[in-house]
């Protein structure tokens, strides 16, 4: 599966931004999807995470009550609304896809098909 991330850009903390991730193959249902960040001189690091049907989802305590995963089957693609942004939100952000996980274990970066990353930028 092909991925390809868009929707960042500089916005105001407090403010919002919706990121997509579009894959491309008639298989998209069968992933798991998965959002990481990475910002300049961190090592990347898992956001959240979302199961074939969306039923289940998995997130980061820094982004919880703030950032929603979601996806579109029909459309092949998957969300990331980030509300309430904070300037350490700052990052390229990364959508990733495996074919399954659970718990803790759709937190590690084990996933098969990467995007090209989108960046996000939150001013104080």
């Known amino acids: 599966v092909q991925l390809q991330a868009s929707g960042g850009g500089l916005v105001q903390a407090g403010g919002s931004l919706r990121l997509s991730c579009a894959a491309s193959?008639?298989?998209?249902?069968?992933?798991?999807m998965a959002w990481f960040r990475q910002a300049p001189g961190k090592e990347r690091e898992f956001v959240a995470a979302?199961?074939?049907?969306?039923?289940?989802?998995y997130y980061a305590d820094s982004v919880k009550g703030r950032f929603t995963i979601s996806r579109d089957n029909a459309k092949n693609t998957v969300y990331l609304q980030m509300n309430s942004l904070k300037p350490e939100d700052t990052a390229v952000y990364y959508c990733?896809?495996?074919?399954?996980?659970?718990?803790?274990?759709?937190?590690?970066?084990?996933?098969?098909?990467w995007g090209q990353g989108t960046q996000v930028t939150v001013s104080s």
């Open positions: 979302i199961s074939w049907s969306g039923g289940i989802t």
């Open positions: 193959g008639r298989t998209f249902s069968s992933y798991y």
């Open positions: 990733a896809a495996r074919s399954s996980c659970s718990g803790y274990g759709c937190h590690t970066e084990e996933y098969g098909y």
